[in-house]
């Protein structure tokens, strides 16, 4: 509608100033000039309000769609389950969530500008034939080739910009690289070497700006040229027509004005051709995402845990990666389980003991649902986890993961990541429990301290404490610690070892680990070969009876060098 | 004339920041004068031909169309289609000179920011955050490339479009121009209003583009944990709430700008008025022709244009400002460890001799004092002590990562200082704790040790520490590509590779730092054979985390306080009773079995 009113105004400037100098000028009538120069100043200043307008509309409707996509977007991740997110490339959503949804913003609020556009493009040659049928079509002869020349450029700057882009990520990575690896390249006075390889993707975005730059050199000349032609014509064969007094000069003049009126708009369509591209490649990229289903929701009819202690058993169970659809790009499924029994009584704790591979983190991750069984069931306190209610479920279940994962928060607020409203107290309790409580103290701001990316760097043993210190919070029935303590400084993991012994008390729990000492501290060991039980008994028992148990720690024999040692 | 408006404004760079810059721009871009002037040259005969269409069609007017002269009006379309062909060769060789002056310079910057990067040392990437300094040579330099791809073509023709403009129409008719003129004050006003708004919110949308960037980030990488504690519908709320406050800072800058451009359009629209209106009834009282009053209609709606863009270029300007200051800045930062004037080649074969060292950090922590130790060629010395007693911090020292701050350092008599970086890092090799891989393949990873290494050198430097057969045996080979920086392989297999390179560059002296985390146990029992046969023959410093490690040893050396506390044989150590003897004690009686 504004766009409409904003087009009118704009062609009727020309037929305006027209009438002035026809009427005004020529006329030498100078009332009547007075007048339609300032109907020109009053349709001027509309014309601009209309501008504000239409512009401001137009963009709060792009930025309003771009947010309401990116809230989706996200929301929808946060939904989808594991096995979609092992396979996407975190940085392959980043993009979607961002470059995609900007390509989108930019197509969008271009609608209403190229509705306008058009209707000027239409205005002004309706006009312009009115006024002199002849005059108009020699003239606007050359004008439909700006549009051929713009939609070209647009088509062969595209890809010579994702060339640019392509190779700036290129040089990005050897500077991220030379930067994290700077220990190996000073180590081994590599230094050379890296500069040579920046030096070559230099040379590349170099070439690549340069081929962009040759494209724009070709075509935005041809851009500026074409309308000249018009206005060229319009004074070669315009101005023998006044002269024969078949054309005024009033009209002349406006056929000048109006030509370079349709510059703008006919170079616009171009962009815009170019853009819609983009856009719709981008708009299929985030649909694609967001037309995933997650796998893992309520089973209809999905009923609460029974008040209980965290009885867990697996009943003949079958599993393998990738064995659903994983939505983005299905892998060939590799067998995990494979007919898997066990069962953990309430209030006891496990240990899973096993070589690289044998399926110990997947029986971990079973537990919580973050993947659905292919055959087989598994159960806490008497309910198949695939029945009962999701949240609930995770609610009830802890997990410290191998590769810890903390907020840009405070500590607080990160062991605070269950239950945003415990107290003080509890959250140092926790914490306390996972061996973390001294350090934080010593650090500046003590709980406040924000860490992650963007705050305080601490180690990685200092991580996986207050990941283990969250997991106590939340006081689950059932806890799972998968490889929990690797990272923590063999000087100070049996603190940690005997802080866990007080958590394990009473709680059922699985720890999947390679050090002896800590696998010393479940009740029992079971051990996994290539997806199901080899054996199951104390740790002393498979010690003395089992030679594969004792391969398998003798494998880690080395390893065991570092349990406890206070060097 | 209105680009400098708004950098006195306080918001980011003071005006002798920005001197300092542009001075400093000018003095990097000078070997570049003489294309500076033929682009020069080029803008403004294009700038000319812009120009002369409108002056062309006023002659046509009053000269030909007015007085019935049709010679006068063919003559006019030649010169205008001569012109126009002409503009269209000059524009395009314009577009062409710019471009390549402006990717010629980012080119530069970029190489010599990173030739100043390898020149650090390691207290200087101990200091900076890894993402700050990649920002440097990638975002703000992209700021910059923003500018030079489209914002310098822009600027320099609109500026000199809008100066040679003023200068023509002022030579038409100097009374319209006047008239005309008095539209500015309020354009100027306005401009400056809205680069100084525009540049707070532009402030305020990169922030939060920032801030939801990060938040999208965390969201993806932490998926599992949200997941595991059912936390979804809390942490997409905490989403909405940041990505809404970006969609304000939006609004507020299309707020800003939606009633800018009214203002421009509006002044535009309204000289064209006045300069028919006026301009006619000048011609009326014979002090104007017809054909200037076109003349400035035309060269009217060029006018306006450019301030617009030019003020829409500000930000442009003002976050590339901001780039170049940081990556001045950087420059500027002095090498900590350089050589000196007259350096001499490392000796080979020589000892290594630690006298009455001392270290301390910038703030005066002190990590380590009086420390004396020497190293007999071939021989393998285990450090040993709690985290944090200085035992890296001494070996960073052997390999001048670091220079103490009293005592010395020498290599079979030679001052560490006093030895040219060249024959040092040949001399030494260092492996990391963690085994890091750059992209590309595992031999290409390897030949970063030796760059000139031939394919077989590489494997049998692999082979003579065990190590081959392990990648050998890959589909690829040795010629597997690592991708997302060795995600596909384990801890245990990029130690490994650490060590290939090592065995490649065959150093007389080795440092290793010993991995504080345990690797799987079947790799790891291969990187220990590995680091065994390394070790052979050379004069090795390791920093123990295992005692086992430093019970292979020839000697162990146990640093506690910042101070060597004993150093023997392990034996020796044993028998001694001490700091040593307690730590092995412990250990043993830590096993489990």
Redesign the interface.
């Given at each position: 509608m504004v766009g409409l009113l904003w087009s009118m105004t704009k062609v009727s400037?020309g037929l305006l100033?027209r009438q002035?100098?026809d009427k005004?000028?020529?006329a030498?009538d100078?009332s009547r000039?007075?007048f339609?120069?300032?109907a020109?100043?009053l349709?001027?200043?509309v014309?601009?309000?209309l501008?504000?307008?239409r512009?401001?509309l137009a963009?709060?409707e792009a930025?309003?769609a771009?947010?309401r996509l990116?809230?989706q977007l996200?929301?929808h991740?946060?939904?989808?389950h594991?096995a979609f997110?092992d396979e996407a490339q975190?940085g392959d959503?980043?993009s979607r969530?961002?470059t995609d949804l900007q390509h989108l913003q930019n197509f969008v609020v271009m609608i209403p500008l190229t509705i306008a556009n058009v209707m000027t493009v239409v205005g002004v040659t309706v006009i312009l034939v009115l006024v002199d049928p002849f005059l108009a079509v020699v003239s606007l002869a050359a004008l439909p080739l700006i549009n051929v020349v713009a939609k070209r450029f647009g088509s062969r700057l595209f890809p010579s910009v994702m060339g640019i882009q392509r190779e700036?990520a290129a040089?990005?990575?050897?500077?991220?690289?030379?930067?994290?690896?700077?220990?190996?390249?000073?180590?081994?006075?590599?230094?050379?070497?890296?500069?040579?390889r920046?030096?070559s993707a230099?040379?590349d975005?170099?070439r690549e700006?340069?081929d962009?730059?040759?494209i724009?050199?070709?075509y935005?000349?041809?851009l500026?040229?074409l309308p000249?032609?018009g206005?060229?014509t319009v004074?070669?064969v315009g101005?023998?027509r006044?002269?024969d007094g078949s054309l005024s000069?009033g009209s002349?003049?406006a056929f000048?004005?109006y030509l370079?009126l349709l510059i703008w708009p006919l170079r616009m369509l171009g962009m815009i051709i170019a853009n819609g591209q983009r856009a719709s490649a981008a708009a299929q990229r985030v649909a694609q995402v967001l037309s995933t289903d997650p796998d893992v929701v309520d089973a209809p009819g999905a009923r609460s845990l029974p008040p209980g202690r965290g009885a867990v058993r697996f009943e003949n169970v079958d599993f393998a990666y990738g064995g659903s659809d994983v939505g983005v790009e299905a892998g060939a499924p590799i067998p995990v389980l494979d007919g898997f029994d066990l069962h953990v009584e309430a209030g006891t704790s496990v240990a899973l003991v096993g070589?690289?591979g044998c399926g110990k983190s997947t029986v971990g991750r079973l537990i919580?649902r973050?993947y659905d069984v292919d055959s087989g069931r598994v159960l806490i306190d008497g309910v198949d986890v695939s029945q009962a209610k999701?949240?609930?479920l995770?609610?009830s279940?802890?997990?410290v993961?191998e590769e810890t994962?903390l907020?840009?928060d405070s500590i607080a607020a990160n062991i605070a990541?269950?239950d945003?409203e415990a107290t003080q107290e509890s959250i140092e309790r926790a914490a306390r429990l996972a061996g973390a409580h001294d350090f934080i103290v010593d650090l500046e701001h003590g709980y406040d301290s924000i860490i992650?990316?963007?705050g305080y760097s601490l180690s990685?043993g200092q991580r996986q404490r207050i990941a283990i210190a969250?997991a106590v919070l939340?006081d689950p029935r059932v806890l799972i610690l998968d490889d929990a303590t690797?990272?923590v400084?063999?000087?100070k993991e049996?603190e940690i070892r005997d802080a866990l012994g007080v958590v394990m008390e009473g709680r059922t729990t699985i720890v999947i680990a390679?050090?002896?000492?800590t696998?010393?501290l479940a009740d029992r060991v079971v051990l996994l070969d290539e997806g199901h039980v080899l054996a199951a008994g104390t740790?002393e028992a498979l010690?003395a009876d089992n030679e594969r148990y004792r391969e398998?720690l003798a494998?880690?024999?080395?390893?065991?060098?570092?349990?406890?040692?206070?060097? | 004339m209105w680009m400098g408006a708004g950098v006195d404004e306080d918001d980011k760079l003071d005006r002798d920041a920005a001197k300092q810059i542009l001075r400093r721009t000018y003095r990097m871009l000078r070997p570049h004068r003489r294309r500076m002037v033929f682009a020069g040259v080029l803008a403004a005969l294009f700038t000319m031909s812009t120009l002369a269409?409108p002056l062309?069609?006023r002659t046509?007017?009053d000269d030909?169309?007015?007085v019935?002269d049709?010679a006068v009006?063919?003559k006019?379309?030649v010169a205008?289609?001569v012109i126009?062909?002409l503009?269209?060769?000059v524009?395009?060789?314009q577009?062409?000179a710019i471009?390549?002056i402006g990717?010629?310079f980012?080119?530069e910057l970029?190489?010599r920011l990173?030739?100043h990067?390898?020149?650090m040392?390691?207290p200087f990437?101990d200091r900076e955050k890894?993402?700050v300094?990649?920002s440097r040579?990638?975002s703000d330099i992209?700021s910059l490339?923003e500018l030079v791809?489209m914002g310098l073509l822009m600027f320099v023709s609109n500026g000199l479009l809008l100066v040679v403009s003023i200068l023509v129409l002022g030579a038409v008719s100097l009374k319209l121009l006047v008239l005309c003129m008095l539209a500015l004050p309020p354009v100027i006003v306005a401009s400056r209003k809205f680069q100084r708004d525009s540049n707070i919110a532009y402030l305020d949308v990169r922030d939060g583009i920032g801030a939801?960037?990060?938040q999208?980030?965390?969201?993806?990488?932490?998926?599992?944990?949200?997941?595991?504690?059912?936390?979804?519908d809390?942490?997409?709320s905490r989403?909405?709430r940041g990505?809404?406050r970006?969609?304000d800072a939006?609004?507020k800058s299309?707020?800003i700008?939606?009633?800018y451009?009214?203002?421009?359009?509006?002044a535009?629209?309204?000289t064209?008025?006045?300069a028919?209106?006026?301009g006619?009834?000048w011609?009326?009282q014979g002090d104007l022709t017809?054909g200037t009053?076109?003349f400035f209609?035309?060269t009217l709606?060029n006018l306006f244009e450019p301030i617009q863009q030019l003020s829409q270029l500000f930000n442009m300007v003002q976050s590339a400002g901001a780039g170049l200051k940081k990556v001045y800045e950087l420059l500027d930062t002095e090498v900590d460890v350089p050589e000196r004037p007259g350096a001499v080649d490392l000796p080979a074969g020589g000892e290594v001799e630690v006298r009455d060292v001392a270290f301390s950090y910038l703030d005066g922590t002190e990590v380590l004092a009086g420390v004396d130790l020497t190293i007999a060629a071939g021989e393998r010395i285990a450090l040993?002590?709690?985290?944090g007693a200085g035992k890296s911090t001494l070996a960073k020292l052997i390999?001048r990562?670091y220079d103490p701050t009293a005592g010395s350092i020498a290599v079979g008599g030679v001052d560490l200082r006093d030895a040219t970086?060249?024959s040092?890092?040949?001399a030494m090799?260092?492996?990391?704790q963690e085994g890091?891989l750059?992209?590309g393949t595992l031999i290409e990873n390897i030949r970063?040790?030796r760059?000139d290494a031939t394919d077989d050198e590489i494997g049998e430097a692999m082979a003579s520490i065990g190590i081959l057969d392990r990648f050998a045996d890959l589909p690829d080979g040795l010629h597997t590509e690592v991708r997302e920086?060795g995600s596909r392989f384990?801890a245990g297999e990029k130690q490994l590779v650490?060590l290939g390179?090592?065995a490649l560059?065959a150093p007389e002296i080795l440092?290793l730092d010993e991995a504080?985390?345990?690797?799987?146990?079947?790799t790891?029992?291969v990187v220990?054979r590995a680091m065994e046969r390394l070790a052979e023959g050379r004069t090795t410093i390791v920093i123990?985390?295992?005692?086992?490690?430093?019970a292979r040893a020839d000697r162990v050396a146990v640093v506690a306080g910042g101070c060597l506390a004993e150093v023997g044989t392990h034996d020796e150590l044993i028998a001694r009773g001490g700091a040593y003897a307690a730590?092995f004690a412990?250990?043993a009686?830590?096993?489990?079995?």
């Amino acid at each position: 509608m504004v766009g409409l009113l904003w087009s009118m105004t704009k062609v009727s400037i020309g037929l305006l100033l027209r009438q002035a100098v026809d009427k005004g000028i020529e006329a030498d009538d100078m009332s009547r000039l007075l007048f339609w120069s300032v109907a020109i100043a009053l349709v001027g200043c509309v014309s601009g309000v209309l501008t504000g307008i239409r512009r401001y509309l137009a963009f709060r409707e792009a930025r309003l769609a771009e947010k309401r996509l990116r809230d989706q977007l996200f929301a929808h991740v946060q939904r989808l389950h594991f096995a979609f997110h092992d396979e996407a490339q975190a940085g392959d959503l980043m993009s979607r969530g961002n470059t995609d949804l900007q390509h989108l913003q930019n197509f969008v609020v271009m609608i209403p500008l190229t509705i306008a556009n058009v209707m000027t493009v239409v205005g002004v040659t309706v006009i312009l034939v009115l006024v002199d049928p002849f005059l108009a079509v020699v003239s606007l002869a050359a004008l439909p080739l700006i549009n051929v020349v713009a939609k070209r450029f647009g088509s062969r700057l595209f890809p010579s910009v994702m060339g640019i882009q392509r190779e700036s990520a290129a040089l990005a990575t050897v500077v991220e690289e030379s930067v994290a690896g700077v220990r190996v390249v000073k180590g081994f006075g590599a230094e050379d070497v890296v500069k040579t390889r920046l030096g070559s993707a230099a040379d590349d975005v170099y070439r690549e700006s340069m081929d962009a730059a040759r494209i724009r050199a070709s075509y935005l000349p041809a851009l500026q040229l074409l309308p000249n032609v018009g206005l060229i014509t319009v004074l070669g064969v315009g101005g023998h027509r006044v002269v024969d007094g078949s054309l005024s000069l009033g009209s002349l003049v406006a056929f000048n004005f109006y030509l370079i009126l349709l510059i703008w708009p006919l170079r616009m369509l171009g962009m815009i051709i170019a853009n819609g591209q983009r856009a719709s490649a981008a708009a299929q990229r985030v649909a694609q995402v967001l037309s995933t289903d997650p796998d893992v929701v309520d089973a209809p009819g999905a009923r609460s845990l029974p008040p209980g202690r965290g009885a867990v058993r697996f009943e003949n169970v079958d599993f393998a990666y990738g064995g659903s659809d994983v939505g983005v790009e299905a892998g060939a499924p590799i067998p995990v389980l494979d007919g898997f029994d066990l069962h953990v009584e309430a209030g006891t704790s496990v240990a899973l003991v096993g070589a690289t591979g044998c399926g110990k983190s997947t029986v971990g991750r079973l537990i919580p649902r973050f993947y659905d069984v292919d055959s087989g069931r598994v159960l806490i306190d008497g309910v198949d986890v695939s029945q009962a209610k999701v949240d609930e479920l995770r609610r009830s279940v802890g997990i410290v993961f191998e590769e810890t994962f903390l907020f840009s928060d405070s500590i607080a607020a990160n062991i605070a990541f269950a239950d945003p409203e415990a107290t003080q107290e509890s959250i140092e309790r926790a914490a306390r429990l996972a061996g973390a409580h001294d350090f934080i103290v010593d650090l500046e701001h003590g709980y406040d301290s924000i860490i992650g990316e963007r705050g305080y760097s601490l180690s990685g043993g200092q991580r996986q404490r207050i990941a283990i210190a969250r997991a106590v919070l939340a006081d689950p029935r059932v806890l799972i610690l998968d490889d929990a303590t690797s990272s923590v400084d063999p000087t100070k993991e049996h603190e940690i070892r005997d802080a866990l012994g007080v958590v394990m008390e009473g709680r059922t729990t699985i720890v999947i680990a390679h050090r002896p000492a800590t696998i010393a501290l479940a009740d029992r060991v079971v051990l996994l070969d290539e997806g199901h039980v080899l054996a199951a008994g104390t740790h002393e028992a498979l010690l003395a009876d089992n030679e594969r148990y004792r391969e398998v720690l003798a494998a880690a024999d080395d390893v065991a060098d570092d349990t406890g040692v206070s060097v | 004339m209105w680009m400098g408006a708004g950098v006195d404004e306080d918001d980011k760079l003071d005006r002798d920041a920005a001197k300092q810059i542009l001075r400093r721009t000018y003095r990097m871009l000078r070997p570049h004068r003489r294309r500076m002037v033929f682009a020069g040259v080029l803008a403004a005969l294009f700038t000319m031909s812009t120009l002369a269409g409108p002056l062309l069609v006023r002659t046509g007017i009053d000269d030909g169309i007015k007085v019935g002269d049709r010679a006068v009006i063919n003559k006019v379309v030649v010169a205008y289609v001569v012109i126009a062909v002409l503009s269209y060769f000059v524009y395009r060789a314009q577009v062409v000179a710019i471009s390549r002056i402006g990717e010629d310079f980012l080119k530069e910057l970029r190489l010599r920011l990173f030739d100043h990067l390898q020149k650090m040392s390691m207290p200087f990437y101990d200091r900076e955050k890894a993402g700050v300094v990649v920002s440097r040579m990638t975002s703000d330099i992209d700021s910059l490339s923003e500018l030079v791809q489209m914002g310098l073509l822009m600027f320099v023709s609109n500026g000199l479009l809008l100066v040679v403009s003023i200068l023509v129409l002022g030579a038409v008719s100097l009374k319209l121009l006047v008239l005309c003129m008095l539209a500015l004050p309020p354009v100027i006003v306005a401009s400056r209003k809205f680069q100084r708004d525009s540049n707070i919110a532009y402030l305020d949308v990169r922030d939060g583009i920032g801030a939801t960037l990060s938040q999208l980030q965390e969201g993806i990488s932490g998926v599992r944990v949200v997941q595991a504690f059912a936390r979804e519908d809390v942490e997409s709320s905490r989403f909405e709430r940041g990505n809404r406050r970006l969609y304000d800072a939006h609004m507020k800058s299309v707020k800003i700008s939606a009633w800018y451009l009214p203002v421009i359009e509006i002044a535009g629209l309204g000289t064209t008025a006045a300069a028919v209106g006026v301009g006619g009834f000048w011609v009326h009282q014979g002090d104007l022709t017809i054909g200037t009053v076109t003349f400035f209609v035309l060269t009217l709606s060029n006018l306006f244009e450019p301030i617009q863009q030019l003020s829409q270029l500000f930000n442009m300007v003002q976050s590339a400002g901001a780039g170049l200051k940081k990556v001045y800045e950087l420059l500027d930062t002095e090498v900590d460890v350089p050589e000196r004037p007259g350096a001499v080649d490392l000796p080979a074969g020589g000892e290594v001799e630690v006298r009455d060292v001392a270290f301390s950090y910038l703030d005066g922590t002190e990590v380590l004092a009086g420390v004396d130790l020497t190293i007999a060629a071939g021989e393998r010395i285990a450090l040993v002590g709690p985290t944090g007693a200085g035992k890296s911090t001494l070996a960073k020292l052997i390999a001048r990562f670091y220079d103490p701050t009293a005592g010395s350092i020498a290599v079979g008599g030679v001052d560490l200082r006093d030895a040219t970086l060249a024959s040092l890092r040949r001399a030494m090799a260092v492996v990391p704790q963690e085994g890091f891989l750059f992209n590309g393949t595992l031999i290409e990873n390897i030949r970063l040790a030796r760059p000139d290494a031939t394919d077989d050198e590489i494997g049998e430097a692999m082979a003579s520490i065990g190590i081959l057969d392990r990648f050998a045996d890959l589909p690829d080979g040795l010629h597997t590509e690592v991708r997302e920086r060795g995600s596909r392989f384990s801890a245990g297999e990029k130690q490994l590779v650490s060590l290939g390179r090592a065995a490649l560059a065959a150093p007389e002296i080795l440092v290793l730092d010993e991995a504080t985390s345990s690797l799987d146990p079947g790799t790891e029992a291969v990187v220990e054979r590995a680091m065994e046969r390394l070790a052979e023959g050379r004069t090795t410093i390791v920093i123990a985390h295992r005692l086992t490690t430093a019970a292979r040893a020839d000697r162990v050396a146990v640093v506690a306080g910042g101070c060597l506390a004993e150093v023997g044989t392990h034996d020796e150590l044993i028998a001694r009773g001490g700091a040593y003897a307690a730590l092995f004690a412990a250990w043993a009686g830590a096993q489990p079995v």
